[in-house]
């Protein structure tokens, strides 16, 4: 039995090295195809999401870049220093206009300098459920992109009409190979945080709301209507809030922590 259960983690371990391996080739091939790639960022975090690692590839190549700042719905914050950017909230439809008309505007710029009509071609790119295929749908006008709350819901590029002669280009979420860890625990916290790593998905739930909770401490009394000192704290007094018990009346710690990360990665939370 044991060989067996053996092969069987192993397989399924390979078999994730596997798909792990197509993400970063699927997203070099959307970059080498496109004429224009929009990054989509998470408006909370823009430092934390950006793909630098893929940014440079796309200088290099000389072609341009459009900033979208996406769930600006659960944030006050403006970062000013990328450019050009737009915000974006899928969730309230915002922005969608600005972004398309920006799309264009470049998509013309780029037929005038080659001083031909071509098709163009768009990349969209982006960590993890940063809403990247939802902006999409929201840009076509119709339910096409395929779309899913748990990270790395997008297998495959698709290709999408935005207009006559403008193709968008969906692809999967992918963190920067030198950011990316199956182990390190900072990382895995920080990729949690911006929804790069579903609240489901993840071996140490309490780890990773430590992490939030000591950038977002007021927030996250706000939102929840408790004082606390630390993470423990805070789920030892919503767990019995929320009746999130277990054997000998002790609270569930990896059920209120997971409760917590899905309000924040669903963004009810807003910092």
Sequence with gaps: MTTKHQNRSAKKLDN????????PELLMKI????????????????KETQN??????????GKKIIYVLN???LTRKRE??????????????KGISELRNKIKEEAKNIR??????????????GYPNTGKSSLINLLIGRASARTGSDAGFTKSIQKLRLVEGIILLDSPGV???QEYSMTDEEKIARHAKVGGRSYSQLKNSEIVLNEIAKENKEVLEKFYNINFNDSEELIEILGRKKGLLQKGNEVNADRTARLILKDWQLGKIKI
């Design 52 to 61: 630098k690692e893929i940014e440079k590839i796309i200088r290099e190549k």
């Design 175 to 177: 963190i920067p190979k």
């Design 16 to 23: 994730i090295k596997k798909q792990k391996g197509k993400y």
């Design 71 to 73: 769930k600006s719905d």
């Design 80 to 93: 000013l220093w990328l450019n050009p950017k737009v915000f974006v909230s899928c969730k309230n439809k």
């Design 112 to 125: 005038k300098s080659k001083n031909a009509y071509n098709r163009i071609q768009v990349g969209i790119i």
């Design 31 to 46: 970059v080498n195809i496109s004429d224009i790639i929009v990054e989509v960022l998470d408006a909370r975090y823009p």
